[in-house]
């Protein structure tokens, strides 16, 4: 028994000629002039059970994961394109003809917002704040002020974090369509040892993004930042729900 991964919707009418998630060669789902880019997989892998315990195994989402973004990059190269999350995964065709049928309108509005323009991920970094040391003292003494130093950085990392992030992004979004920022909770508690304060992705056109790396060049000078891209327009497509 097989299933069927979806990839990504768009208008062209041939598939990419990369492999797929299972190593599977691409085709099209068509419904109208809307296409999706496919890929037939087994069920014993890619089935409800056995993708749920797939899941939780990085090294096989990471692989995974690589193989999609591959599919819908090369897919984007050929025009717009509406990525879909990964993991989309009908039971059959008639699944995936069901998705485009049902949602002509608001596919082919997303592709035509998104054709001209990509995304491109900033991610922006604050000063790091040490704790004062404390003298010695009383060790329920030296707790309490090491519990007064440490809540005095948390405070400082986060306005000084909260300012880098709104300067940074006051200068990019201008130059950008539409951006939206990533939520990863509080910086400070984060796991990574240096997280960034601004994580966001911006829709930006094609005509300007020479403009676009250069306003984060100019920002560099005065603030700790990355950018990455271009990359297909994940954060842009508001896909409609799997049915």
Known sequence: MTAVWVY???????????RGVHG???????CGDL?????????TEYGPEPLRRNLID????EQVARAHHRVVTAAARDGPVVPQHLATVYADDAGVTALLRNHPAELHAILDRLTGRAEWGVKAYAP???????????????????ERARRTAVAEFRRVGAAVAERVDAWLAPLAVARCRHEDGDPW??????PPVLNASYLVD???????????GAVARTD????????????????????
Do not use: C, I, M, N
């Not at 599977?24 to 068509?30: I, K, N």
């Not at 094609?206 to 984060?216: L, M, P, S, T």
């Open 189 to 194: 508690e984060a796991d990574a040892p240096d």
């Open 224 to 243: 700790r930042v990355e950018l990455s891209g271009p990359w297909p327009p994940y954060s842009f497509a508001e896909l409609p729900k799997h049915e």
């Open 8 to 18: 990504a919707v768009t208008e062209a009418r041939t598939p990419p000629t990369e």
């Open 206 to 216: 094609d005509a300007r993004r020479g403009e676009f790396a250069d306003r984060v």
């Open 24 to 30: 599977e060669p691409l085709r099209t789902v068509r």
């Open 58 to 61: 990085a090294l096989w989402l």
């Open 128 to 146: 790091s704040v040490v704790p004062e040391e404390t003298t010695e003292q009383p060790s329920g003494v030296a707790d309490l002020a090491r």
């Open 35 to 43: 296409t999706a880019v496919v890929g037939t997989v087994p069920d």
